[in-house]
């Protein structure tokens, strides 16, 4: 509790001049003693402040119990809720903060738009506790750039407050010890808000510090316990008042009477007038001279009955008395009597100050008993509902237990019949424990056996793979010797003449391609339709790729190789049969509206080409690498057969000496969405570069996409379960099964690193040959089979119906048993028997290669 004085400042600072300081007349002695009475008055506590204002902050926890507990002591006051605005100084923006200067207007305004919302939504919640409570609050906000602390101080010189709540620190701090504030903002606070502001400062929901209104311009701060300040030593008010009686005195002519000071005196509670504020700790105002007592009461009262019996007197005793007056002995005895007055009543004052902290002390040891008692009562309370809680438990716990009793001697008679029903089992498991070990003892001969039987297969298998391979190597060295009888006689050498006569001159009607060797004619070249290959001057291959596409074609054979009929070494010119179907790319897009290919005929197709990738690997002289196998370079017979062409690139390869691995170093060369990564970063040339190659190939067969991404796009699919929405419609209705298995198989041939390819022959061929054996209708090329296979249709004769021995070629591009073709021509036929067109020759060139592959076939 505190004793305030509600002064203005300039009266707390000069108290003297509510005196006048001209010499007084008879007439103005009531006036004097109305001043002093409007002064002391004025130094009468009289400070009613109907609005508690509650400073809050951000998060509600915060300030929750700050709020109660002002409401709770609040009195019947208003509430008023204070809030200090902070607008942040960055921006958030896709999860990063900006400066406000960079974060643009519009964003910021829409920020600033969303933390006046959120405020607004901070003081509802506020007051909607003081709702809760029963109380009506209103809100009262500011926004401050600088910081909290200041924005409070400023709410309190705006609004003139003159009680506030706030916090002291954050709850975490709080302790039974805690005697002065912790937190920055309460601290300035304290040092810097007007000094007409009474503030507590509230921590966890306890009053902490105090800081009262003071008169003197300086903020005096409370604790509990505090000492009594040390009066003031300005002269006191009786002092004064002794001066400007004896003044008037001796104006008057020493005829004034006591009566008007006495009177003055006897004024009730006109100096040191208590006051308290809210229970706060003692304040006293420095400068008042009296404070009311007993002591006082009693010297005022005597002065009052001297007074009286003055006025009582007859006139003749009051002139006697005012001569006495005049008198040096009068004037000394009166300012006796009014310094003895006045001592008196400093003692009082300072009485009354030590009763009023004793009061303060005992109020707030009384309200801390309240509270202690409220606590208890609320524990009694507690503990007699936490009492008949456990009565009940304990009477459900007896029902439980009667219950349980009840059970445990049903479950004792179960328990023995359990028992019973145990020893018999016991005896069976013990029976079956016997059959078990002996059981045991049969399996694990059983391994024993199993185990042997599974060394002696796989011996088996090994020795079988080493008499397939060897026999698989015989037969190589077998076809190597009779390609190498027949080198020189499986092809023509055609003059430039003939070249530029069959292709009427290279005329660009007649031209059907263009690849990096040159450009390619269609021609009829000794009554035979033939594509030519013509190097171009400007090519970026020369005679070196010519002789190694002569060389390549030269020693293999096989059903799925393009026929070389011939060459022309005067200008580098190799002459093929001619394929009537273009290649494999035309057809996939379609090329001049040609209806597109099934998705058995693109299975074949790939199981061709497969085919003819083992051919070339595994030659036993020297392995081959095509090195730009895509479907611009798979041709398609009439019979949509493929045929591999263009073999300027390809390479023989051989072997590192400390190393198996077989490679060629070159420049990469090829196109480069069907190129091996690593070949392009190493310029390393293997067998696995083909893999590579023909995976993209697969893929572009599945989905009929272009081939730059396939591989992602593919894989992507698979592992979402969409590989329906990739596949090719113009392919017909894919089994699922099959195309994602072919998929799969596409994938591992396409992986970054060549290690984690698949071999083409051990693990590829052996997927897609079961693929194209049920779909043609014809059993597959026995690769590495040694059983009995159904010839392919190409070498079946289309005349005889059987396989041919001496495959010849006509005039219209089709291929037959010379012995048939003799006979049909000899008999005077002059049209061609698949095609009934007019043949414009009769002459036949022989088809070696076709006849090298129908033995090779025979062979197998």
Not at 219 to 224: A, D, G
Not at 380 to 409: F, G, H, N, T
Request: aromatic share 6%; charged share 25%.
């Amino acid at each position: 509790m505190a004793v305030v004085s509600p002064m203005s400042p300039a009266m707390a600072t000069t108290p003297h001049q509510v005196y006048p300081t001209t010499p007084l007349r008879g007439s103005e002695v009531p006036w004097i003693m109305s001043g002093m009475r409007e002064a002391a008055e004025a130094s009468s506590p009289n400070v009613v402040d109907d609005i508690i204002h509650v400073a809050v902050a951000k998060d509600v926890k915060d300030s929750r119990l700050n709020l109660i507990w002002a409401i709770q002591n609040s009195g019947g006051k208003r509430i008023c809720i204070l809030y200090v605005h902070v607008p942040a100084a960055t921006i958030p923006i896709m999860g990063a903060n900006f400066p406000e200067s960079a974060a643009g207007e519009h964003r910021v305004q829409e920020h600033r738009e969303n933390e006046e919302q959120g405020m607004r939504n901070i003081l509802n919640d506020y007051l909607l506790i003081c709702q809760k409570m029963g109380v009506k609050a209103n809100k009262l906000h500011i926004t401050d750039k600088d910081c909290i602390e200041k924005g409070i101080v400023e709410l309190i010189c705006k609004h003139n407050i003159k009680k506030l709540v706030m916090g002291a620190a954050s709850d975490k701090y709080y302790s039974r010890r805690m005697t002065d504030l912790r937190s920055r903002k309460a601290i300035y606070v304290r040092e810097n808000a007007p000094a007409y502001c009474h503030i507590q400062f509230i921590c966890k929901g306890y009053l902490i510090h105090t800081r009262n209104l003071s008169l003197d311009g300086g903020n005096v701060e409370v604790r509990s316990p505090l000492s009594p300040q040390t009066p003031s030593r300005s002269p006191s008010l009786g002092q004064q008042l002794y001066r400007r009686v004896r003044s008037v005195n001796e104006r008057n002519g020493g005829r004034m009477s006591l009566a008007s000071p006495i009177r003055f005196l006897m004024q009730p509670n006109r100096f040191g007038r208590e006051g308290t504020s809210n229970g706060s700790d003692v304040l006293s105002r420095p400068a008042s001279p009296l404070v009311s007592s007993t002591s006082s009461v009693n010297f005022i009262s005597e002065l009052s009955e001297n007074a009286s019996a003055l006025n009582s007197s007859s006139p003749k005793a009051i002139q006697a008395s005012s001569s006495r007056l005049q008198d040096s002995e009068m004037d000394e005895t009166l300012y006796d009597q009014l310094q003895q007055a006045m001592a008196e009543a400093e003692n009082a004052r300072q009485d009354a100050y030590q009763e009023s902290i004793r009061r303060g002390n005992a109020e707030r040891n009384a309200i801390e008993a309240i509270r202690r008692a409220k606590a208890a009562e609320m524990k009694y309370e507690e503990e007699v509902k936490l009492r008949k809680e456990l009565e009940e438990a304990i009477k459900r716990e007896k029902e439980e237990i009667d219950c349980m009793k009840s059970q445990r001697e049903k479950l004792n008679e179960e328990l023995q019949h359990a028992l019973h029903k145990n020893s018999l089992l016991e005896s069976k498991m013990a029976s079956t424990q016997l059959m078990l070990e002996e059981l045991d003892q049969k399996n694990k001969s059983a391994m024993d056996t199993l185990e042997k039987y599974k060394q002696e297969r796989e011996d088996l298998q090994t020795q079988r793979d080493n008499a397939l391979k060897e026999a698989e190597d015989l037969r190589r060295e077998k076809q190597e010797e009779a390609s190498t009888s027949h080198v020189f006689q499986l092809f023509s050498e055609f003059s430039f003449a003939e070249i530029k006569e069959a292709t009427n001159n290279f005329s660009p009607s007649q031209k059907i391609g263009e690849g990096g060797y040159g450009s390619i004619y269609k021609g009829i070249l000794r009554q035979t339709e033939v594509a030519v290959k013509m190097l171009s001057p400007d090519s970026k291959q020369g005679p070196k790729e010519y002789q190694q596409e002569v060389e390549v074609l030269s020693k293999l054979r096989h059903p799925n190789l393009i026929t070389l009929i011939g060459t022309c070494p005067e200008s580098w010119t190799l002459v093929y049969e001619y394929l009537s179907n273009g290649s494999l790319e035309d057809r996939l897009s379609c090329e001049d509206n040609t209806p597109p290919l099934s998705w058995q005929t693109r299975i074949r197709i790939a199981a061709e080409v497969c085919s003819t990738l083992v051919c070339l690997h595994s030659n036993r002289s020297h392995s081959i690498v095509h090195g730009d196998l895509k479907p611009a370079n798979i041709l398609l017979d009439a019979n949509l057969v493929s045929k591999l062409s263009d073999f300027g690139i390809s390479r023989l390869l051989s072997c590192r000496e400390d190393s198996t691995t077989q490679f060629w170093i070159t420049d990469p060369k090829g196109t480069f969405a069907y190129m091996d990564p690593e070949f392009f970063a190493s310029g390393e040339l293997t067998p696995k570069s083909d893999v590579y190659s023909f995976g993209i190939i697969l893929l572009k067969l599945l989905t009929g996409r272009p081939a730059v991404g396939i591989s992602k796009v593919v894989e992507s699919a698979l592992d979402a379960g969409k590989l329906n929405s990739l596949l090719d419609p113009l392919a017909g209705d894919w089994p699922l099964a099959l195309a994602e298995k072919l998929a799969r198989l596409a994938l591992r041939c396409c992986e970054m690193e060549r290690k984690n390819r698949p071999d083409l022959h051990l693990e590829v061929w052996r997927i897609l040959e079961p693929m194209k054996a049920p779909l043609s209708g014809e059993n597959r090329l026995g690769l590495g089979s040694q059983e009995l296979c159904q010839p392919p249709p190409y070498f079946i004769c289309p005349i005889f119906k059987e396989v041919m021995r001496d495959p010849h070629m006509a005039a219209d591009g089709h291929t037959y048993e010379a012995e048939a073709i003799r006979g049909w021509l000899d008999s005077g036929r002059d049209t061609s028997p698949v095609t009934n067109s007019k043949l414009v020759m009769h002459n036949l060139v022989p088809n070696h290669a076709l006849r090298h592959a129908i033995q090779d076939w025979l062979e197998s």
